[in-house]
């Protein structure tokens, strides 16, 4: 669905953003993009959206070239970024004028994506909340069945309900034809919606796995055990014991702990994608 | 799905329509407050002409004037912000983002900034000018107003736009005079594109720099290139030789040549900024 090679990307000649970042985004997916600030998150999302051109290397989304802006394209790929617009209008008026666009815009929709939000529906959409819309413009994004949803830092700025509300909305939009990339920082807030997990770092990727094979490779456990402790990918303290990520060798089912898990890969990313590159115990 | 395969990649009607009524919807109050407002400018500047002028206020060459001045002058500053969207990264996202194509957007930019500002500005320009000028008529009627040669000064007429500078110069005529309001709109909807923020007073100085440069070109350059003695009598086609002398010789090309030259020229340049100014659109990156 998106396929990125050899991407080359800078905002300034000698600190480029990108050097040959190679990556593939298949329908049927959540994919969870991680990595620290300033390290290109929001920029390959809005490399993939066309807002920005690569300086080399080609980016195909679903047989377009983003950078050409074609109509059709714009209607099948949706970019919520961190910081947007919304018009000095109602919420009536502005879903009217700009679903027009889009000809797969699904008003019913909308309609219960805004109603699950509790979206107000009188006022003007720039005196709303912040929070309140992002929520609008997320409702919208699903509603016009794009089939390539970039969100850049969705959860930021939405209330604890909104949170559980928004991961509701994402986990029932993904079908075969869709694909969802959410970039964040909040990755508790995200851990059971993303199935694919991307950490970005220094223009590159760090690390690209599915949840399922996240689960099958690492174990994520809580051991008092000095010498388990010492031996493990990853620990860190807790009131319980050490939080530890360790080899999956006995095939044991653990619920992955993202944010450990990216703290991993920050450290120990080439050990970690070492497991992922044996072949699988099971 | 292969891009190849996409009809009305460029240009669709509904989708046209559809990006107009987005842009009005978004600034109609913009708008139909500023009709008003350069309405009362006009009528403020109209009765300063009517306290100050003793003897014919509001003339036909004031009136031409007025409309002339106020034209390029709202035209410029309103084509200066048709496409101020690219100066917050948020609105240039929302605004690319839009389903529409680069010459839709264009397209309805030159709508708006050219084309109806022109004729909302025309509209209100009559508004204000007709009874303002009505009223010069009665004061000089009522007042008996004569020249100082001891004429009586008669009414105004309302000038014509249709007719240019009064004088019935055939150089002035009203379609040229459109065409370099085009010209002027179509440099600073580029400056527009071009220029993230503050586009009106960079747009103003790169067309000075232009315009300096372009002076010292035909000063320095385009005279070097004459026969000695020979000078630019005017910025037009006239040149003269021995200009101190009274054997003066004026040379001018003829008019098969200047009048389709000039024509190409002012009709070339707009489109040129505007092909420019959708080149840039399709290239700007947010």
Not at chain 1, 23 to 46: E, F, V
Not at chain 2, 55 to 71: C, E, H, K, N, V
Not at chain 2, 182 to 203: C, D, E, H, I, P
Request: proline letters at 5%.
């Amino acid at each position: 669905m998106v396929s990125i090679e050899n991407l080359h990307f800078a905002y300034r000649r000698r600190k480029p953003v990108f050097s040959g970042l190679n990556l593939a985004l298949r329908p049927g997916h959540i994919y969870g993009l991680l990595g620290r600030n300033g390290m290109g998150k929001s920029t390959l999302l809005r490399s993939i959206g066309g807002f920005l051109f690569p300086h080399r290397g080609r980016i195909d989304v679903m047989g377009f070239t983003p950078g050409q802006r074609l109509p059709a394209f714009l209607q099948r790929v949706f970019l919520l970024p961190e910081d947007f617009y919304l018009p000095p209008m109602d919420l009536e008026r502005w879903v009217g004028l700009y679903s027009a666009f889009y000809p797969a815009f699904d008003r019913e929709l909308f309609r219960r994506a805004a109603a699950g939000f509790e979206l107000p529906t009188d006022g003007r959409l720039d005196q709303l909340s912040y929070g309140q819309q992002k929520k609008t413009l997320i409702c919208f994004a699903l509603a016009t069945k794009a089939n390539v949803l970039l969100l850049d830092e969705p959860t930021n700025g939405l209330d604890i309900v909104s949170k559980g509300q928004f991961r509701k909305v994402m986990a029932g939009a993904v079908d075969e034809d869709r694909c969802i990339v959410i970039s964040t920082h909040q990755i508790k807030d995200l851990e059971n919606l993303i199935d694919r997990v991307t950490i970005i770092d220094e223009g590159k990727i760090l690390f690209d796995q599915t949840i399922d094979a996240i689960s099958e490779r690492l174990l994520f456990r809580l051991s008092y055990d000095a010498e388990e402790t010492a031996g493990a990918l990853y620990s860190e303290d807790s009131f319980r014991g050490s939080a530890l990520i360790l080899p999956n060798i006995t095939g044991e089912d653990s619920r992955p702990d993202l944010e450990m898990l990216y703290k991993a890969v920050m450290l120990r990313g080439e050990r970690v994608n070492q497991l992922f590159s044996q072949k699988s115990h099971r | 799905m292969k891009q190849g395969s996409h009809t009305n990649a460029h240009f669709s009607f509904p989708r046209f329509r559809h990006l107009v009524a987005l842009h009005w919807s978004g600034n109609k109050r913009l708008y139909l407050l500023a009709l008003p407002a350069i309405g009362g400018l006009l009528a403020a500047w109209d009765t300063f002409l009517l306290v100050m002028d003793r003897y014919s206020p509001l003339d036909d060459g004031i009136q031409a004037f007025t409309y002339y001045w106020g034209m390029a002058l709202i035209g410029c500053l309103y084509s200066s912000t048709i496409f101020a969207a690219f100066g917050s990264k948020a609105q240039g996202i929302a605004w690319l983002g839009l389903p529409a194509s680069a010459l839709e957007k264009l397209l309805c930019g030159i709508l708006f900034s050219a084309i109806l500002c022109f004729a909302g500005y025309t509209l209100v320009f009559y508004v204000v000018d007709i009874p303002m000028v009505k009223i010069g008529n009665e004061l000089i009627a009522a007042q008996h107003r004569v020249w100082s040669n001891g004429y009586p000064i008669g009414p105004n007429p309302i000038w014509d736009l249709r007719k240019g500078l009064p004088g019935d110069n055939p150089d002035h005529s009203f379609h040229l005079f459109l065409i370099f309001y085009f010209m002027v709109q179509a440099v600073f909807a580029l400056g527009s594109v071009y220029f993230n923020r503050y586009a009106f007073v960079k747009t103003v100085i790169a067309v000075l720099l232009f315009l300096l440069v372009f002076l010292v070109f035909e000063k320095q350059v385009v005279e070097w290139m004459v026969p000695r003695g020979w000078h630019r009598y005017n910025l037009a086609n006239d040149w003269i030789a021995d200009g101190d002398t009274l054997h003066a010789r004026s040379v001018r090309l003829p008019p098969w040549i200047t009048a389709p030259w000039a024509i190409l020229l002012l009709l070339g340049i707009p489109t040129v900024f505007w092909v420019a100014t959708y080149l840039r659109i399709k290239e700007k990156q947010v």
